[in-house]
Nanobody, 119 residues
């Protein structure tokens, strides 16, 4: 059974930092791309950034220079380091893993972790 579990969310003041973790089980994590998404109240889910199975990383413009994505394939873990947090970063953050072959796409989501940036 595939399971993704996010952790590390919480309440932080503007300018602060948080590190989110995504623990994967039930899959060969290293061959999956890992993406981080977020969804703020009343808004659509948006892509924060991602890291491919080969280690290429991309970020949304809104978080570039402040957030850093990484992965540890030996531990089946993905990470989202968030620095210089702003109130507009408040959202539920989700990790997603995906891969495709000739026959189908495999796509799995975690349950999300709340990040609140407020003074």
């Amino acid at each position: 059974q595939v399971q993704l579990v996010e952790s590390g969310g919480g309440l932080v003041q503007p300018g602060g930092s948080l590190r989110l973790s995504c623990a994967a089980s039930g899959i060969a994590f290293s061959i999956y791309a890992l993406d981080w998404y977020r969804q703020a109240p009343g808004k659509q889910r948006e892509l924060v950034g991602g890291i491919t199975s080969s280690g290429s990383i991309n970020y949304a413009d809104s978080v570039k220079g402040r957030f850093a994505i990484s992965r540890d394939n030996a531990k089946n873990m993905g990470y989202l380091q968030m620095n210089s947090l702003k109130p507009e970063d408040t959202a539920v953050y989700y990790c997603n893993v995906r891969r495709s072959n000739s026959f189908r796409t495999y796509d799995y989501w975690g349950q999300g972790t709340q990040v609140t940036v407020s003074s």
